[in-house]
């Protein structure tokens, strides 16, 4: 089968690999329908991770179902499945505590697994599944092919930008900020909107990131960042800040302008994974009474929390993916990313 | 009339100074019935807090207001009031967002306030009280004379550990250890169990505190620190940590053993005053979920719904007071809580 690797810097390849076989009983193996590319795959694309050796990439998929292993009771052959961005058993006490990104037996796409071995990456054409019954969602049935897109945001983005909006509390009436304007920003933004929010400040500097922020549900937008950034979502909120703000980036700057932002007593919910720090401030959010929550998402466990409104087609969050190409193309996939001529690009093999 | 003033290191006296007259018209003029001397205050008592010149020191009391100004609606002279540690309207954007700590006009005991000028400190015999409507909480009648230290401590330290319990989100069931054994970890127990904690894991290593921990509440003992402790901690909770824990030192390895004691996806609820630091470890919290909430807590607003279990004998937070001694001898007062020889220290005028 075809499958993506990265190779180091700039150095994406599709290539001939060998099929998956299940090597658990609790093994699926899926074809994959769509897939994508992260913003956190641009970071060994840039070379800020260093690729010490080529391996294969990817962890956001949506597929069929086409063998399961004699252990695997829910899932079966033919199903069309979600898979979130890790792997997870759904019935370890992290699981259980809706944490199943801190699965006990879980583990990551990519690499090797804790059971069974390897397991592929997603970017390619099958996908060895551990874990099957706790991995994977299954649809009741098979959906229209124009809901693709959305339902694979269900992998990834929006279960994460739904993630910093439950970590930071967002509920009916909520004033909320978002920093950060790529996929999951954009998310979020649809997100605290689902949750009730009422204003919603999405802090954005591109026109085109800006449009689909509108269409998610922002109420205003700021372009400032930093200082500047701080006074206009201030100059919005009654001078105090936003209840809540949404950090969807992982940069200090990006963080510091999230704390910053927040009014005394309110919540910042972060999933932009943290990028070799910043770390907290700990006495400015102490004397205001700021507080950080969130984390890498547990998107496995929102999916039957989301997917309602994904299928009747009261969200459409699919709107991020602004590019699709075939997988043999995950060389530009990358490239349009990394130069952000597109937000989020759908691969499809 | 006799108050308290820190005149360096180790340099407490009770000196004559001017009585505290009505300064603007929101003012009231307090008779302290019972202060008491905090744990912070031991910072300029230890040189932690270089003390430049000598000042008044003090921020915890009752007493029987004796004078109001004419713009004071609500408090009137002969009221029993409870001062929170610091000065708020009760009116503006943060204060009615439960933040009272962070009210636009608001201040704090024993220094210059933002309205009216010098505001006492409560380790005296009368104070200024600003913004009085704000800032006093009234009994609806005199307390009996055996209830004074509970409700003393609604003036801090059991407001300031249920601070830390709420920030944490603890709740019925709730799994909770508490780092800290000192009057806000002890009192931070105590609303770990009104709230609905089932399982209470104090950290502690003195006997003394060991037995309140118990009659609080906690249900297990640690006394071990560092990786021993939280070994310790995830013995008792299935491996895998507290859902909340409760952070009332304020150094790098309480808030450390704090983190590391949490179970993904749990939060810490800290309010202990950051001491110089340390700043907090974003990614260990980012790959677990588990967030951090708290900061100087807005007792005021907690006065209301603590305060009828205080008068109805239901919880007796006023235990943490293990010496009660006259205000001459405020100097022995910080000397026994400097040198362990007590917990909290009650001052009688």
Redesign the interface.
């Known amino acids: 089968m075809l499958a993506t690797l990265i190779y180091g810097e700039r150095d994406i390849r599709v290539e001939e690999v060998a099929d998956p076989v299940l090597s658990t009983g609790a093994d699926a193996i899926v074809r994959v329908v769509a897939s994508c590319v992260c913003g956190s795959d641009l970071w060994p694309y840039r070379g800020v991770t260093p690729t010490e050796e080529p391996h294969r990439i990817g962890h956001e998929f949506v597929g069929i179902v086409e063998e399961v292993g004699p252990d695997v009771a829910r899932i079966k052959a033919g199903d069309f499945v979600i898979a979130p961005f890790y792997v997870c058993d759904g019935t370890c ?2 699981c259980l ?3 199943s ?2 699965c006990l037996q879980g583990g990551w796409w990519g690499g090797d697994d804790k059971v069974g071995g390897f397991a592929d990456g997603g970017q390619g054409e099958r996908v060895r599944v551990p874990l099957a019954d706790g991995t994977l969602f299954a649809l009741e049935e098979q959906p229209d092919d124009a809901l693709i897109p959305s339902l694979l945001t269900l992998s990834d983005v929006f279960g994460t930008g739904h993630h910093a909006a439950v ?1 930071a509390g967002v509920g009916p009436g909520s004033v909320v900020a978002v920093v950060g304007d790529g996929a999951v920003g954009l998310c979020a933004i649809l997100a605290a909107k689902r949750l009730g929010a009422t204003t919603i400040i999405a802090m954005s500097r591109h026109a085109d990131r800006q449009a689909i922020a509108r269409e998610f549900g922002a109420t205003h937008i700021v372009e400032e960042r930093g200082s500047d950034g701080v006074k206009a979502v201030k100059a919005l909120t ?3 800040g936003a209840d809540q703000v949404l950090e969807c980036v992982g940069t200090k700057e990006s ?1 510091d302008q999230a704390l910053r932002s927040t ?3 309110g ?1 910042v919910g ?1 999933v932009g ?2 990028n070799g ?7 400015s ?12 998402a ?1 998107v496995r466990g929102y999916i039957a929390e989301l997917l309602p409104d994904v299928l009747s087609g009261k969200v459409d969050p699919g709107l991020v993916f602004d590019l699709t190409l075939p997988l043999t193309d995950a060389a530009e996939a990358y490239a349009a990313m990394d130069e952000r001529r597109a937000t989020k690009v759908l691969l499809r093999p």
């Open positions: 006490v992290n505590n809706g944490v990104t801190s970590s009654g001078g105090i963080m009014r005394p007593g919540m972060y994974v943290p720090g910043p770390e907290l401030p700990v006495r959010m102490f004397s205001r009474n700021v507080g950080v929550n969130g984390g890498v547990p």
